[in-house]
């Protein structure tokens, strides 16, 4: 299949806002790819290379040469093309990137040079989201959507099941949780308070409340002696914790899965900041991380995914011991939840998460069986721009422009921006990274990049506003932190942000 061909279906996906239209565009093109060819294919419809890292930047595509005057790349030809970028390094690296990367962009046409260019810096905003490719997977392979989505959150991704989904119904069945192949985890929806929560959950039956601790998001796997760490977007940090490490041997099984969170604490037991336990200064002070977890997902040679919740807390209460499991109460009382968010706030904690009993482990999606409470609002959102700054902050980037997912387009609806709650460190940080995730000149005002970073803001109300392209507007919005350790996929929706409006 020539590059031209994904580049032609993609500007037709980016030229509707039909759902259904994109999927039928999707499906053809996945259709047509031979098995050698596919997960290639599916990777470069949803916008995205298969390398997790390529070496390359706006930098190194400001400056296109001669198009070619007809397309002749293949998709394998540039796939192979960005293997052998990806595997540069040390000395005359970056003159042998250059020489390939001429080499690739003249070989292409203009198309398929701005094609190569936006899939590189992130900026192929075409609305093919995840979700769209594994509709469209369902649809060319004639397999059950649900099929593919869960063999999808087994394997890890829509690219790593695509073969599977062409081999038939049976062979998606197949992919299952596999120990030390982390999984994609359980998400969970928002609720305003304490009774909304309980109203969501619906049942009227006891839920558990769980602490909602801020750390890093982990995933635990052993089998034997070897033990994986990941985090929620599937990264090997397993080196990086050496206490998780420990604590995970010490457990009394050969085989097991585990779901929690990591976090440093103080002297007095108190969660230090986040960035501390993301970047590892707690560590050079002397202070441990501490895993904490919640829920078990596999247990010597048995996958409880589907198992009841009820019945994963007691396997889990078999196997951790209490200090390392996220303090639990189960109740069918408001009162007794709200008692006990006001004693995890007292601790320092988040808020709590009301969570179904009844229900599985339902990996990678976010619905009510999970209700996270905090008393404090705060969206995921990305950072699209941001403003260089006046006066104390003269020669810092400052002013973050902000924007939640549309899953509609699979773009980004911008909400307004806010320079509040950033420290002098921030500044210095940001500085240095979004002009590391610039996709054009620096020297202006304004200076757009890569939507690639992921910010936590804390914000008083939503109200309507004609100022943004979102029709609404953040009350006092100000940065919590940045949160290195969650993907663009996973930010709010500019649904959620319009729950927050009043009476919506």
């Known amino acids: 299949m020539l590059l031209a061909d994904v580049v032609t279906t993609s500007g037709t996906v980016a030229a509707t806002r039909s759902r259904k239209a994109k999927v039928a565009a999707i499906a053809e093109l996945l259709a047509r790819a031979s098995p050698g060819e596919l997960e290639t294919v599916t990777a470069y419809v949803g916008g995205t290379l298969r390398q997790r890292r390529t070496g390359l930047g706006w930098r190194g595509l400001a400056s296109l040469p001669a ?3 007809e397309p002749t790349l293949t998709v394998v030809e540039v796939h192979e093309a960005f293997d052998r970028l990806a595997a540069l390094s040390g000395s005359g690296s970056q003159a042998a990137r250059a020489a390939a990367v001429a080499d690739l962009l003249g070989r292409a046409t203009g ?11 992130g ?8 979700s769209l490719v594994q509709e469209g997977l369902a649809v060319a392979a004639d397999v059950p959507l649900r099929a593919v989505r869960r063999a999808a ?19 998606l069945g197949e992919v ?31 839920v558990a409340v769980d602490q909602k601790l801020d750390g890093i998001r982990i995933q635990v796997h052993r089998s034997g002696s070897e033990v994986l760490v990941a985090t929620r977007s599937l990264e090997d940090i397993t080196a990086r914790l050496p206490e998780v490490v420990e604590v995970a041997l010490a457990l009394p099984a050969t085989s097991f899965v585990l779901d929690g969170e990591a976090l440093a604490l103080d002297e007095a037991g108190r969660p230090r900041p986040f960035q501390e336990t993301a970047s590892r200064t707690a560590m050079g002070e002397g202070i441990a991380v501490t895993p904490y977890f919640f829920d078990v997902l596999h247990l010597d040679g048995r996958d409880l995914l589907d198992a009841p919740a009820s019945e994963r807390a007691a396997a889990l209460e078999r196997l951790v011991p209490e200090r390392y499991r996220v303090p639990r109460l189960v109740t069918a009382s408001s009162d007794e939840a709200e008692s006990f968010l006001r004693d995890t706030l007292g601790f320092g904690h988040e808020g709590v998460v009301v969570k179904d009993l009844q229900a599985p482990y339902d990996a990678g999606r976010r619905g009510s069986a999970w209700i996270k409470v905090k008393p404090v609002h705060t969206l995921d959102l990305v950072v699209l721009a941001i403003e260089w700054g006046s006066g104390r902050r003269q020669g810092w980037l400052s002013n973050i422009h902000l924007g939640a997912l549309d899953p509609a387009t699979g773009g980004f609806v911008m909400l307004g921006k806010t320079f509040k709650g950033m420290t002098d460190e921030m500044l210095a940080w940001q ?3 979004f002009t590391e995730l610039a996709v054009g000149p620096t020297d202006g005002y304004v200076v757009t990049v890569r939507p690639e970073q992921v910010v936590e803001i804390a914000f008083d109300g939503v109200q309507r506003s004609t100022r943004y392209p979102g029709g609404v507007a953040l009350r006092f919005a100000r940065v919590v932190r940045y949160r290195d350790d969650k993907p663009v996929s ?15």
């Open 67 to 69: 198009p070619a005057p």
């Open 111 to 121: 198309e398929e040079q701005q094609w190569l260019r936006g899939v590189v810096t």
């Open 123 to 130: 900026a192929v905003r075409q609305g093919a989201l995840d």
């Open 153 to 171: 959150m087994l394997g890890g991704s829509t690219v790593a099941v695509a073969r599977a989904a062409f081999a038939g119904v049976d062979a």
């Open 176 to 206: 299952g949780l596999e120990v030390l192949r982390p999984v994609l985890p359980m998400l969970a929806s928002s609720a305003p308070d304490v009774p909304a929560a309980l109203a969501k959950a619906g049942s009227g039956a006891p």
């Open 431 to 433: 500085t240095e990274r």
């Open 490 to 504: 996973e930010i709010d929706t500019i649904h959620s942000v319009l729950s927050y409006l009043p009476g919506g």
